[in-house]
């Protein structure tokens, strides 16, 4: 015997142990195969231990090196199958193969958000950046920056959440218009996206905080033309080619001011309860930016036009996906979101 012939009756063993290992199917088979590779009294690996006397002295160390590292990796080997084979053993009799499987709760964005993304991209192709303002607001961007006259109910403790001083929870994203218009030169084309806060029930359809897309344009020579093209093109974006109409209306920071509806995406105008059997669904307030705005941004008002309008998405979702009340974007039930996942 030498130590290449003994070395190579090592390396024999090591190639045949994996396939042979996991061949066993039960425990029974196992232990037998333990026994017949590793086992003390007989199995290959004691025999070949038993022909290391026959080596010359110097080689021994090395050959035993070697016969323990298969030992090692032959053991490592049948420990794992060992627990395979005994969580099997553990687990076979209750297995019901007809159980229906897990079902896996993928993540989805809320429907208001979007909402928002929808139309955040959809403006942010027609050149829109966005702009932010603080929810903390002084009065005078919420209000009179807005041409709010002094008496507006808007402004009375039942509507406004006033903080400490000056300041409320705004009341609408309007403000940022001002501060948009006050920092950065015309043209302005911004989208101002936020949450706004109302002293109002929470019932179907009102919610004492929701969120606001805000729009505005301030350039030389922009007309009430450009706020219809443009807001139609969103519409038909939005919703798909559909119909809209534009209302007159009012509020004290647009002169003139307009609503614009949209064919009731859940009768297609024939009527139902979603648009009220009146066939549209009211989308969105805007108007001619009121010069009275403008000056009070430091702009000069017979240089610089505008439009803007105000949306709110909540009504958009619920109009989109026909939904009855408002509080069930605000419940998180798992249920009703993971019906947007996309
Ligand atoms: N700020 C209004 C509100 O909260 C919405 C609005 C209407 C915004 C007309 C506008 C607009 O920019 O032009 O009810």
Same mark, same amino acid.
């Given at each position: 015997?030498?130590?290449?012939?003994?070395?190579?009756?090592?390396?024999?063993?090591?190639?045949?142990?994996?396939?042979? /290992?996991? &061949?066993?199917?039960? $425990?029974?088979?196992?232990?037998?195969?333990?026994?017949?590779?590793?086992?003390?009294?007989?199995?290959?690996?004691?025999?070949?231990? &038993?022909?290391?006397?026959?080596?010359?002295?110097?080689?021994?160390?090395?050959?035993?090196?070697?016969?323990?590292? #298969?030992?090692?990796?032959?053991?490592?080997?049948?420990?794992?199958?060992?627990?395979? $084979?005994?969580?099997?053993?553990?687990?076979?009799?209750? $297995?019901?193969?007809?159980?229906?499987?897990?079902?896996?709760?993928?993540?989805?964005?809320?429907?208001?958000? %979007?909402?928002?993304?929808? /139309?955040?991209?959809?403006?942010?192709? =027609?050149?829109?950046?966005?702009?932010?303002?603080?929810? &903390?607001?002084?009065?005078?961007?919420?209000?009179?920056?807005?041409?709010?006259?002094?008496?507006?109910?808007?402004?009375?403790?039942?509507?406004? =959440?006033?903080?400490?001083?000056?300041?409320?929870?705004?009341?609408?994203?309007?403000?940022?218009?001002?501060?948009?218009? %006050?920092?950065?030169?015309?043209?302005?084309?911004?989208?101002?996206?936020?949450?706004?806060?109302?002293?109002?029930? +929470?019932? &179907?359809?009102?919610?004492?905080?929701?969120?606001? #897309?805000?729009?505005?344009?301030?350039?030389?020579? /922009?007309?009430?033309?450009?706020?219809?093209?443009?807001?139609?093109?969103?519409?038909?974006?939005?919703?798909? *080619?559909?119909?809209?109409?534009?209302?007159? *209306?009012?509020?004290?920071?647009?002169?003139?001011?307009?609503?614009?509806?949209?064919?009731?995406?859940?009768?297609?105008?024939?009527?139902? *309860? #979603?648009?009220?059997? *009146?066939?549209?669904?009211?989308?969105?307030?805007?108007?001619?930016?009121?010069?009275?705005?403008?000056?009070?941004?430091?702009?000069?008002?017979?240089?610089?036009?505008?439009?803007?309008?105000?949306?709110?998405?909540?009504?958009?979702?619920?109009?989109?996906?026909?939904?009855?009340? /408002?509080?069930?974007?605000?419940?998180?039930?798992?249920? +009703? =979101?993971?019906?947007?996942?996309?």
């Amino acid at each position: 015997m030498t130590l290449d012939e003994f070395k190579a009756a090592c390396a024999a063993l090591a190639a045949d142990a994996p396939a042979q /290992i996991a &061949a066993v199917a039960d $425990l029974d088979a196992w232990t037998a195969l333990r026994n017949a590779l590793v086992g003390r009294a007989s199995g290959r690996l004691t025999d070949i231990m &038993a022909t290391l006397p026959q080596l010359p002295k110097e080689d021994r160390r090395e050959a035993g090196q070697a016969a323990n590292a #298969v030992k090692l990796e032959v053991e490592a080997l049948l420990t794992a199958r060992e627990s395979g $084979l005994s969580a099997a053993a553990k687990s076979g009799g209750d $297995l019901d193969l007809t159980m229906p499987e897990r079902r896996r709760w993928v993540g989805a964005a809320h429907p208001v958000s %979007q909402v928002i993304d929808e /139309i955040t991209e959809i403006f942010r192709e =027609l050149g829109f950046t966005i702009a932010l303002g603080p929810e &903390a607001e002084h009065t005078w961007y919420n209000f009179q920056a807005l041409n709010f006259p002094d008496d507006h109910p808007a402004m009375d403790l039942h509507d406004t =959440l006033y903080l400490q001083g000056d300041l409320v929870l705004r009341t609408h994203t309007s403000p940022v218009q001002v501060r948009t218009l %006050q920092q950065y030169a015309p043209p302005i084309r911004i989208l101002a996206p936020g949450n706004v806060h109302r002293r109002d029930p +929470f019932d &179907a359809s009102h919610a004492p905080t929701f969120a606001q #897309v805000e729009g505005l344009v301030v350039d030389e020579g /922009i007309t009430f033309a450009d706020l219809k093209a443009t807001l139609t093109h969103f519409a038909n974006r939005f919703f798909g *080619s559909t119909r809209t109409r534009f209302r007159p *209306s009012y509020f004290p920071f647009t002169e003139p001011s307009a609503e614009m509806d949209v064919l009731c995406g859940v009768c297609k105008g024939s009527g139902c *309860s #979603v648009c009220k059997n *009146s066939g549209w669904v009211e989308i969105l307030g805007s108007g001619m930016v009121h010069p009275a705005v403008i000056e009070s941004a430091g702009l000069d008002s017979t240089k610089y036009t505008g439009w803007a309008f105000g949306l709110g998405p909540a009504r958009t979702a619920l109009a989109r996906h026909g939904i009855p009340d /408002i509080r069930i974007l605000y419940d998180s039930d798992v249920r +009703f =979101l993971e019906q947007f996942a996309r």
